[in-house]
Antibody
Framework: QVQLVQSGAEVKKPGASVKVSCKTS????????INWVRQAPGQGPEWMGG????????GYAQRFQGRVSMTRDTAIGTAYMELSGLRSEDTATYYC?????????WGQGTLVTVSP | QSVLTQPPSASGTPGQRVTISCSGS????????VNWYQQLPGTAPKLLIH???QRPSGVPDRFSGSKSGTSASLAISGLQSEDEADYFC????????????FGTGTRVSVL
């Protein structure tokens, strides 16, 4: 079965960067785009961007342009999301997600806390 | 940041029908399919409805979706206590906002 397993919680200081990993299994890694969605406490989900694991091509939401980078290691079926210039409002749970036509698969989420 | 607008809350007694609205624009709901998610506390969102009105395998037929123009709706009939959760609409967006945008969310309470 499809599984997405993310790295553990992180605590970062303002201005720092964070890199979250998403280890996939149960399907061909290069077959589906991997999206990253974050959810701040008490807020709705927010799409950050997505990546074609086959080509490495990425598309980012406008508000994250210049601060986010999505990469992958096809040899180990793992996707990465790095967010730089962290500020307090970046405190959120970050999810990797496969958004297919008739189904979706979410990682368990990675809590990133930004605090002085 | 959400470009899809939902009422913040909705409620009903067990067995009642509850409807949640989702208002968007031509670039998202007006052009693309709408998905609905259910989120229980402390868990990731779960796809409830895709392609406006299709239920993934395992989703009870108490849940139904519809779309008209730039708005969509989720209906829960025969409300049950386990339906108490947050519900979000979502759609692909052809503008620079997206391309995948979520709604503001609606908390459903079972009285």
């Amino acid at each position: 079965q499809v599984q997405l397993v993310q790295s553990g919680a992180e605590v970062k200081k303002p201005g720092a960067s964070v890199k979250v990993s998403c280890k996939t299994s149960g399907y061909t890694f290069t077959s589906y785009n991997i999206n990253w969605v974050r959810q701040a406490p008490g807020q709705g989900p927010e799409w950050m961007g997505g990546m074609d694991p086959d080509s490495g091509n990425t598309g980012y939401a406008q508000r994250f342009q210049g601060r986010v980078s999505m990469t992958r290691d096809t040899a180990i079926g793992t996707a990465y999301m790095e967010l730089s210039g962290l500020r307090s409002e970046d405190t959120a749970t970050y999810y990797c997600v496969l958004i297919l036509t008739d189904s979706d698969y979410w990682g368990q989420g990675t809590l990133v806390t930004v605090s002085p | 940041q959400s470009v899809l607008t939902q009422p913040p809350s909705a409620s009903g007694t067990p067995g009642q029908r509850v409807t949640i609205s989702c208002s968007g624009s031509r670039s998202n709901i007006g052009t693309n399919f709408v998905n609905w998610y259910q989120q229980l506390p402390g868990t990731a969102p779960k796809l409830l409805i895709h392609s406006n009105n299709q239920r993934p395998s395992g989703v009870p037929d108490r849940f139904s979706g519809s779309k008209s123009g730039t708005s969509a709706s989720l209906a829960i009939s025969g409300l049950q206590s386990e339906d108490e959760a947050d519900y979000f609409c979502a759609a692909w967006d052809d503008s620079l906002e997206g391309p995948y945008v979520f709604g503001t969310g609606t908390r459903v309470s079972v009285l």
